[in-house]
């Protein structure tokens, strides 16, 4: 990529604590509001190993991804990285960094989606009857999302900065309320419980990766943020950490109120156990009840800010690969890449239409968020053992032990993933495969 092309973007505006904050925002989102639910009623109590072990391997990941933005601090980095390493035939580094790229584009595009689908159930503790428009107020969300973003990183940061101040605030006000009413007894048979007991716990992990998946996030913003070598990796870690610690914190407090016995596929509780719980233990407090409903309502906005921000930064990146029109590389007078940002928002729209598919997006969504992570890893042991790229600032402990421990995890999960997932995941790469011949074809013209 050109000096011309990287000062596209408006550099050096975030610090350390914005892209924090983005980092947080983007990762507590719709999953841990929805899907922690979903593993409690599979596993119960145990369902917090589940969270810590995602959470340990979104780690290894997340160390990976802090030693290949330093070593390669661009936008698109996902694009960037297998392609400069993986390969030194022109058409595999396409390849590679299409496939990084396709398979992030997923995850954010149907992060995205999955997150407006949810938006009109906790605004209707707001708005009375606004889950009856669960389609509409998804797509006015995806929207003010877009809107967001267009207008500048700035502004962007900034809006981010202060919803994730307050949907934390909100989280822990809601947790430390919840303490006081927790019951032991919820906790007892702790590798015995939910529908699948112990075995759910493997089923459970990949549910859970995506709420911390979004942490790759921050490396889309190594070209505007300050000091990126520095700021990227520290904001990698400190964000990950932070989440961590929120997520524990809330899910302890609402396993302990209520029994995984109450979470079943047909019940509220199984895609709104926050709000579930807060009606079992506080059912005259008004304040409870609005407190969750508006920290959801922040988490869940603020993940969509930052996945249609990364969506964006991924397809700028792809273009100036060549393998998408010069269209998607194209910023507006605000400094942001307009056409991809508007492009994601479209798709995420379009998707959202379809609401009974949660589960469909669940599934793929895992699949092509552990695909990224193997291919990250697999790009950083490249990096390391071919030394390519800039003097990194941070390196990952261990050499290549940890990129290597990552793949071998993340294979071992993906076999849990049910038939469903890779169905739909081969044609999603089927199209992709498509496209990446189409772009071909037409940067050779070129």
């Known amino acids: 990529m050109s000096q011309s092309e990287k000062s596209q973007l ?6 350390l604590w914005e892209c924090v904050m983005i980092g947080v925002g983007g990762m507590v989102g719709s999953c841990i509001f929805t899907l922690s639910g979903v593993t409690y009623g599979l596993v119960g109590p145990a369902a917090l190993v589940a969270w810590v072990i995602a959470a340990a391997m979104i780690a290894l990941y997340a160390l990976n991804i ?12 996902l694009y960037a990285y297998p392609a400069a390493t993986l390969s030194s035939n022109p058409l595999v580094q396409q390849l590679l960094g299409w496939l990084a790229s396709w398979s992030w584009v997923n995850v954010t595009v149907l992060g995205t989606s999955f997150g407006a689908i949810f938006v009109a159930g906790y605004l209707d ?8 428009a669960v389609i509409l107020v998804g797509l006015v969300s995806i929207v003010f999302c877009w809107i967001v973003n267009y207008l500048g990183i700035s502004l962007m940061g900034k809006t981010n900065l202060v919803l994730t101040a307050l949907l934390m ?5 809601y947790s430390f309320a919840a303490f006081p009413h927790m019951d032991s007894a919820n906790f007892s048979n702790f590798w015995a419980s939910g529908a699948m007991g112990k075995a759910g716990i493997m089923t459970s992990i990949p549910m859970a990766m995506l709420a911390y998946g979004s942490v790759i996030a921050i490396a889309s913003l190594a070209e505007e943020a300050r000091e990126p070598r520095k700021t990227i990796p520290k904001a990698i870690v400190i964000s990950l950490g932070m989440t961590t610690a929120l997520y524990l914190v809330m899910l302890i407090a609402t396993f302990g109120v209520v029994s995984w016995t109450q979470f079943t596929p047909d019940s509220f509780a199984y895609y709104a156990p926050m709000h579930f719980a807060a009606t079992a233990f506080a059912p005259g407090s008004k304040w409870v009840s609005l407190a969750i409903s508006l920290s959801a309502l922040f988490a869940i906005v603020t993940t969509m800010l930052v996945l249609l921000m990364s969506c964006s930064r991924t397809l700028m990146g792809v273009s100036e690969g060549g393998l998408l029109p010069a269209a998607f590389r194209s910023v507006n007078k605000n400094q942001v890449p307009g056409f991809s940002l508007t492009i994601s928002a479209l798709a995420a729209a379009a998707i959202a239409c379809f609401p009974q598919f949660t589960m469909e997006i669940i599934g793929t969504g895992s699949l092509c968020s552990a695909i990224v992570v193997v291919l990250m890893a697999m790009s950083l042991i490249a990096a390391r053992t071919r030394n390519l790229g800039d003097d990194a600032a941070y390196q990952v402990p261990g050499g290549i032990a940890l990129p290597l421990i990552t793949i071998v995890v993340v294979v071992v999960n993906l076999v849990k993933l049910p038939a469903a997932s890779y169905m739909l995941g081969g044609w999603w790469y089927l199209i992709g495969l498509v496209i990446f011949a189409l772009g071909r074809a037409g940067s050779a013209k070129a």
């Open 169 to 173: 605030v909100g989280c822990l006000a």
């Open 10 to 15: 408006r550099t050096g505006v975030l610090g």
């Open 66 to 77: 802090a030693e290949l933005s330093s070593r390669f601090p661009q936008a698109g980095g």
């Open 125 to 132: 503790s707001i708005i009375p009857g606004a889950k009856d």
